[in-house]
């Protein structure tokens, strides 16, 4: 009798158990941190006027730790950037300087893309920023998702509400809808072919559209994903900007 | 007719005392004109000079960069602009491809925080139209196709640049990525007014690279190499070019901010020109208003006599002008130097005030006395002596023949 | 007859109500007449005198002169037939003091609407007795010798009448007799008819007729 009362009486238990907002981002997290990291980037940044496209380096340790080198084209090869903890470093060959980037420039897209430095700053779970709730099922791509709805802790942050979908098998975010706090849509963030490499799932290629702008886009698509490269400190640090 | 201006021309100098007073109103009246128009006149003339410089005579740019011209849209762009600039040359104007982006500069080591904005064109919008040859404080104008830089002279005291420092401006390419440059500054600037001041000048290909904009440009700017009032025939003329479809075409005073500006300062000149004279002229009334009175009984027979109302007029204003005549002269001659003067050391405004006001303007004010200004002083001097001896000329007319009767009864 | 004065009448507004300064005046004038309106001030005198010299109108009555209705005319044509034929003599002289003698008579043709001769401004001039001072200006002139050149420029275009008021009040009176022994020479000589408004014995001594005025009426005619 009492088992039937709580059945009946707590919200979301439904025939099929929902995760808890808490357990499932854990599992996300889980599967898109590493020890470390090496890629191919190619980045296409189609807009309606012109496409440009980039190709770059790109290392990663933990969550904190994040370096890239621009290869292509020519006028940007050779710039590198690198992430320690929630400080963003930039070398830009052509003056042989570093610049590090601040407040209101991290929210600018990087190298014009539709992806911010901001955006790529992300490190630290969700979960620090916003409260989460699983709000049901959904589908994305013929993939069986999670739905979460997030809601930021304070104003400050770049995305007050975004909207998840996490794919049931991989665990992997494959769309984003990221709102301002009026609810308008600025940005759609989503990833494709994902794979499994050395026992984690990895999107092959991510898109990301600006909503606010009309035909605007960025297209990253990765190769040579390894995760069990071994990276030496250097890489991580000022002086590797530099060289 | 003659005998009337002989005896209008001989009442001049009747009342030696009265006439010299009524001769320095005029004299003030018109030396004040001079000045004041000369001030005015040095004001506009300073202003158009800086709106030529940062808006160009007529500009031609893509209806979208119009549109949100205030967020400097660098991908808003002409391109490519060597058909525009052609169809412009065409027609007998000179055209001037223009870039322009805000960036952050520094001088020395470290990546600094002084925002400014870059200007790239041709070496003869440098050398034409914002005159920079004579301009220079120190070092020499740009000459290489890339790699050099001119500081506008307050732009080069916030940096702390000198002639052979090298700047480094972080910009922006039309796509939005950060677009790093470097260049030598060969030269240092006095551009005239302070918005141009604070800005960096480079060659157009070293904009169109920080841009990413080969063979294009933001802006044409058009020179007719005419009076800057006549911009909008000019931009009509242009707007007739096929070559220049689908582009927006803008006189200078066409553009908000500088029309009203423009209007503000005719109207003040006018304001200002038309209270002189008409205090002065107040000054003449009274002066002459007192000869009509005493004349009474002379008028009197005269009217009597059969002279008719008109030629009462005519003979008063006659005198009238013939004092305002030697007035306008002697109001010149003084006004002058003082118009000089102030055209040589101006009035300093302060960079403050200068600062505040949405046109670029320098913080000092220059008179600027030309000979219209001159001649339009003295012809303005006649027509406060003119205007003040109507009145009591018109007084005079209702002076009836048995007044002269009665008067010294 | 010249002038034919038939119950004339002139009333000015005054205050809330008005004066009249003549009430029902006849009189009639000859030419060649050497003729005082006398009588104290306020008498009307003067007022007669405006009227018959069109320099003023009725109110009430008319006035003719050579047969023509003065109250019929427009301000423009009394004016026109005042310059003609009408001289005028002040107490105040009323020259011109930027002009020559010579040329304050000019002035009086000129206005006239009669050709500017110089001959005849100087004869008329030397006619007054004033040969030696054709180009002098009035500041450098008696008040005798101002009133010539006033008589002179009253006479040169050879007028209907000659009308002054009070001619003698500013001279002295060697000078005043002077220049009505000359206005009465010339009155005989030339058949210029003058008619005065005075109150002063020198003139009234060499008038032929006086009509004497008071309150506006007239009071007597002598002889």
Sequence with gaps: ?243 | MVWLLRLAARNVFRNTRRSLLTTATVLLGTAMLTVALSFVGGLLGGLMSGVAATAGEVRIVTPEYELREALMPLDANIAPVEPVLEAVRARGYAAHPFLSSGVTATVGEDIGEVFCQVVGSDPSYYAEVLDLDERLVAGRLIEAERGESLLGLALAEDLGAEVGDELVVLGQTQDGSMSPVKTTVVGVVDVGNIISNRQAFMSLAELQWMIDLEGGALQVYVDSGADIGGAREVAQDLAQDPALAGLTIQAWNERDTFRQIYDLSRTIHFVLAGGIVFITALGVLNTMMMSVLERTGEVGVLRAMGMKGPSVVFMFVVEGLGIGLVGSVLGLALGTPVALYLQRHGIEIGQDVANKVAVPVNSTFYADLTPEIAVSAFLLGLLIAALGALVPALRATSIQPVDAMRSHR | MLLKLDRVGKRYPMGGGHVDALKDVSLEIQAGEFLAFAGPSGSGKTTLLNLVGCLDTPSSGSIQLDGQDLGRMSRGQLGQLRAARIGFVFQSFNLIPVLSALENVEVALRLGGLPADLDRCEQALVDVGLKEQLHKRPNQMSGGQQQRVAIARALVKQPALVIADEPTANLDSHNGEAVLDLMRALNEDKGATFLFSTHDSIVLDRVRRTVWLRDGVVQKIEP
């Design chain 1, 1 to 243: 009798m009492m088992q039937l009362f709580l059945a009946l009486s707590v919200p979301g238990l439904h025939a099929e158990e929902l995760p808890t907002a808490q357990d499932l981002l854990a599992k996300v997290d889980a599967n898109m941190t590493f020890e470390s990291r090496s890629l191919e980037a190619t980045m296409e940044v189609v807009k309606p006027k012109r496409t440009k496209t980039y190709t770059l380096q790109s290392y990663g340790r933990g969550a904190d730790e994040a370096a890239s080198e621009f290869l292509s084209p020519a006028r940007d090869a050779g710039t590198k950037m690198l992430k320690r903890g929630d400080e963003l470093w930039m070398y830009l060959p052509s003056i042989e300087k570093v610049q590090k980037l601040s407040g209101h420039m991290l929210r600018q897209g990087m190298m014009g893309s539709d992806v911010s430095y901001e955006d790529m700053m992300e490190s630290s779970s969700w979960l620090t920023h916003y409260t989460a709730t699983v709000t049901g099922s959904g589908e994305f791509e013929d993939q069986a998702c999670w739905t979460l709805e997030l809601k930021a802790r304070q104003d400050d942050v770049s995305y007050p509400v975004r909207k998840v979908w996490v794919a049931k098998d991989s665990l992997v975010p494959v769309k984003q809808e990221l709102y301002a706090l009026s609810g308008m849509l600025i940005k759609v963030w989503t990833m494709h072919d994902v794979r499994e490499i050395e026992g984690r799932y990895y999107p092959m290629r991510m898109r990301i559209e600006d909503k606010l702008q009309q035909d605007s886009y960025t297209e990253m698509r990765f190769a040579n994903v390894s995760f069990s490269v071994p990276l030496e400190d250097e890489v991580f640090s000022q002086r590797w900007l530099e060289r």
